[in-house]
């Protein structure tokens, strides 16, 4: 059966307002995996300590021998443990693997996106000033057809936010500094999640993704026009403006390279 794919509920229309969480139910490994995850964070399991064998994690979660193995492997992705032949998996000393899994539940709230906003600001605004000043024909080649991507998928009524995440691969690769593009690619697995919230909008007739277009090609123009300047402030304020959509209100230096300060989130 094809996964269901997810969709938002009532995403707040003024700024500032509460943001539902995506109806997203986890996956049965995601919740073993978390927890297990939780027990480290919280020392219950130490670093070096061996984990339960899978027969046991298996009867003390309810779950089947499957299950727990794909909980293990998405901890060992995230270098959170390791595996020993024939010995089991053990918790290590230090993570081995940056872990940016960015929300946890079925879905982000509020906080959290306001909180990956506010990342991609800093990361997308120097990447768009960088690319800007170093683009040749081909990076605008490649943004155009992803734009264009973007376009037939608002005129088709799907979901273009494949298009959109390549649309700002390739405006990293723009930079010609292979370790930017390689940091974006790597992000952009989890920026996605963020971008998709604009294309699952299929109540308000594609508005939110059709907004955000406008944003993109006042990118792409200032990117072509070698306005460095123009294009740090189009690319933020496209960050603000998709987040304003979300219900979020982000305070952006648009003129500047500062994020204006927010209260601290309680703990």
Request: no cysteine; charged share 30%.
């Given at each position: 059966m094809p996964a269901r794919r997810p969709h938002a509920t009532a995403i707040a229309a003024e700024p500032g307002t509460e943001l539902s969480r995506i109806a997203r139910p986890l996956r049965l490994s995601e919740e073993v995996s978390g927890e297990l995850?939780?027990?480290?964070?919280?020392?219950?399991?130490?670093?070096?300590?061996?984990?339960p064998t899978e027969k046991a994690l298996g009867e003390a979660f309810g779950v089947s021998r499957a299950v727990v193995?794909?909980?293990?492997a998405r901890l060992k992705a995230d270098g959170l443990i390791e595996t020993r032949q024939g010995s089991g998996a053990f918790a290590v000393a230090a993570p081995k693997a940056i872990n940016l899994r960015f929300w946890k539940?079925?879905?982000p709230g509020l906080d959290e996106l306001r909180d990956i906003f506010e990342l991609r600001a800093m990361v997308e605004g120097a990447?768009?000033?960088l690319a800007a000043q170093r683009r040749d024909?081909?990076?605008l080649r490649a943004m155009s057809e992803h734009l264009q991507a973007m376009d037939d998928a608002l005129d088709s009524g799907v979901d273009g936010t494949e298009a959109d995440d390549n649309f700002h691969i390739?405006?990293?690769?723009?930079?010609?500094?292979?370790?930017?593009?390689?940091?974006?690619?790597?992000?952009?697995?989890?920026?996605s999640d963020s971008r998709k919230l604009a294309w699952l909008d299929t109540n308000l007739q594609?508005?939110?993704?059709?907004?955000?277009?406008?944003?993109?090609?006042?990118?792409l123009d200032a990117i072509a026009r070698r306005?460095?300047?123009a294009a740090r402030r189009r690319a933020l304020e496209h960050l603000r403006g998709a987040a304003g959509r979300l219900g979020i209100r982000l305070a952006l230096d648009l003129d500047g390279t500062r994020l204006a300060t927010r209260a601290p989130r309680k703990r």
């Open positions: 995850q939780r027990r480290i964070g919280r020392g219950e399991i130490k670093p070096g300590d061996r984990l193995r794909e909980a293990i539940g079925a879905g990447v768009a000033e024909d081909d990076d390739a405006l990293a690769h723009a930079t010609h500094n292979a370790y930017i593009g390689r940091l974006v690619e790597f992000l952009g697995q989890h920026f594609l508005r939110l993704p059709q907004a955000s277009q406008g944003e993109h090609r006042a990118l306005d460095a300047a």
